[in-house]
Structure formats: structure tokens, C-alpha cells
């Protein structure tokens, strides 16, 4: 018997009306000695369900999901479920190569309590277009839990408009996280199924997206988190877009714009995705940030190195000079 909140024939109408507001992707504690930390992982959680988020995005890039252990990856997800107490929508996110192994963790977070997942496409092996189709068919198959699509660079393949098109044909495949350009989340939006969710995780485009038709969910970014006391205003403009009130939507969306220059700068000094195509090294100085608005992070798991104290001290300078805390 299925514990999901929706079944196969009314899945994308369970996430029409579900994948609205703020889906954080939290970080994940870790302790001195890399190990994690349960208690900070639940003073965390408390702290989303007091801001009032309405999901949780875990397992991915920057919980570090990539850099743990099996028994890990399954503990930090039952710990999660436990917090949350099913007070917030929980997705976990797969960045596996194997659709054998993707299905098992599936299956395993859904006994937790998870509603759906995040996948991105395969960054090993399966790298032609219908390997991209054949991936995520296997997936939907084997598995009836709501799946978003990750389309990045970060996968080392950006898969073409019409391969996600087909993709997004699939039973349990409800939408899609868009990470390139903004001009593409429209396109992808016209050629792919009506009843698909393109959605747009980049803030600094996010309200260009919903003035443009786009979904009014903020889906497994951060920034919700890092921009503190100036957090509302992320909510605020994207309520008013919701209602049709643009012109202050868009006066606070540019009220906005200093502190994600600000933090988009910090960030500059170790995201290195137009390098290299991946940005897990930026995770050090979004752990400094967190820290700052008063969530636990602790230090990165090795290879990863902590940012100097001295770059932690910049963090909190700026943050407080852009009055998020």
C-alpha cells in the first residue's frame, strides 16, 4: 500500500497545487570530527518550520548527499523526516548515475515519509540523448514517487529541449528544475507538456520568470535561507506577482537587488561552475552564511576545506552591512 499523498493519475495535479512558495534545500551540520550533526540538523529544521517554508530539498549538491556514505546518505533522510514531522513537504535529490541505485533510494526515502525527488540527469556513462530518456523511463517505471528534472551543466550534459519534452511525457516525471539560461525556462515551458512545472531556481531571474508565466515556487535554492531579515521580500515579491500587483513586486524585487549582489560576489570567490561546470566548492562559503543567519553548518565534508576564519569574519561584516542579520 502506498504511503504517497497522490496517486499515478493524479500526480500532476497533486503537484500543480503542492510545488508553490519555499522549497528550501537545507544544508547539512557536520561536526569537528565529520560526522553529523543530528542536533544541529533538528535546530535547523525548527528554524524552517518557524520561517514557515513549505518544503525541504535535501540530498543533493549542497547537503553534501554526493560526498556521503550509503548508511550516511539514508541516516541524514530519517533524521530530516524526523524533524520535520510532516510539518513540510519533503523531496530528497539523486545525482546517481545508476537508475537501479536511484529507484532503491526512492523507495527508501518514500518509507520515510518523502513525497518526491529531484534527479538530475545521469553525470556518468549515460550520456546520449535517449540514454537521458531511457534513464529516467526506467525510474518511472520502477518507482511511482513525483520526480522534478535537474537540467545543469553540473551534470556535464545539458540535455536538448526536445529530449526533456519526452521526458516530461513520463507518468511520474511532474516537472523540472531549469538551471541554464533564463530565455530557455521560457522555451522549455512552451514545447513541453501544459500540465508540466518548469520551474526557475536562480532568484536573480526568478521574478523575470513569473512575470513571464512562470511558477510561483522557489525550488531547492538557498538563498531563502541566507538573505535573513531581508528573506520576506523574496516572498513578498513573488505573493504580489501571484496576485498581478507588479509594480510592487517589482519595486521590492529591485529593493532586493543589493543584498544578492552582495552575496552573489562572495560567492564569486569559489564558484568556479564556467570552469569547470561544477559549483561544490561554493558550498564552503555558503556554509560561512548560513553560520551567519544563525543556522548550524559546520565544516565541509574532505576533500572540501573550511573557508578561513578570516573569510568567515568578511561573511558576517557583509551580511551585517546588508542588513540580513
Not at 561536526?31 to 553529523?36: E, M, P, R, S, W
Not at 533524521?79 to 537501479?100: N, Q
Not at 569559489?270 to 559549483?279: A, H, P, R, T
Not at 551567519?292 to 551580511?319: D, H, I, N
Amino acid at each position: 500500500m502506498s504511503n504517497l499523498p497522490y496517486t499515478r493519475s493524479n500526480i500532476r495535479q497533486w503537484a500543480r497545487e503542492t510545488l508553490r512558495g519555499i522549497f528550501e534545500a537545507p544544508m547539512t551540520p557536520i561536526t569537528a570530527d565529520f560526522q553529523l550533526d543530528e542536533a544541529g540538523i533538528h535546530h535547523n529544521i525548527e528554524k524552517y518550520l518557524d520561517l514557515g517554508v513549505e518544503g525541504l530539498v535535501t540530498g543533493g549538491n549542497l547537503s553534501e548527499g554526493w560526498n556521503m556514505t550509503p548508511d550516511e546518505w539514508k541516516r541524514c533522510h530519517a533524521v530530516y523526516a524526523e524533524a520535520a514531522r510532516g510539518k513540510a513537504e519533503l523531496f530528497t535529490i539523486i545525482l546517481d548515475s545508476s537508475p537501479r541505485i536511484a529507484v532503491e533510494k526512492l523507495n527508501y526515502v518514500q518509507s520515510l515519509g518523502f513525497t518526491g525527488a529531484e534527479i538530475m540527469n545521469p553525470p556518468f556513462g549515460l550520456v546520449t540523448e535517449q540514454d537521458g530518456i531511457d534513464y529516467f523511463k526506467y525510474i518511472s517505471d520502477h518507482s511511482d514517487m513525483a520526480i522534478v528534472v535537474y537540467r545543469s551543466p553540473s551534470s556535464g550534459r545539458l540535455l536538448s529541449h526536445a529530449t526533456i519534452a519526452e521526458i516530461m511525457k513520463l507518468p511520474t516525471v511532474v516537472g523540472m528544475k531549469q538551471g541554464s539560461l533564463r530565455a530557455e525556462t521560457v522555451y522549455l515551458r512552451e514545447v513541453c507538456p501544459e500540465d508540466s512545472l518548469v520551474m526557475q531556481p536562480l532568484e536573480w531571474d526568478f521574478m523575470h520568470d513569473l512575470w513571464r508565466g512562470g511558477v510561483p515556487c522557489m525550488f531547492a535554492n538557498y538563498v531563502y535561507t541566507i538573505y535573513g531579515k531581508k528573506r520576506e521580500m523574496l516572498r513578498s515579491y513573488m505573493n504580489d506577482a501571484v496576485a498581478g500587483n507588479w509594480k510592487r513586486g517589482w519595486d521590492t524585487f529591485h529593493a532586493l537587488r543589493p543584498v544578492q549582489v552582495a552575496i552573489d560576489k562572495s560567492h564569486s570567490t569559489s564558484l568556479d561552475i564556467d570552469q569547470v561546470g561544477s559549483y561544490v566548492r561554493a558550498n564552503t562559503i555558503v556554509k560561512a552564511w548560513f553560520e551567519a543567519v544563525g543556522f548550524k553548518a559546520g565544516p565541509p565534508l574532505p576533500p572540501l576545506q573550511q573557508v578561513s576564519a578570516a573569510v568567515r569574519e568578511q561573511v558576517q561584516q557583509t551580511a551585517r552591512e546588508i542588513g540580513v542579520i
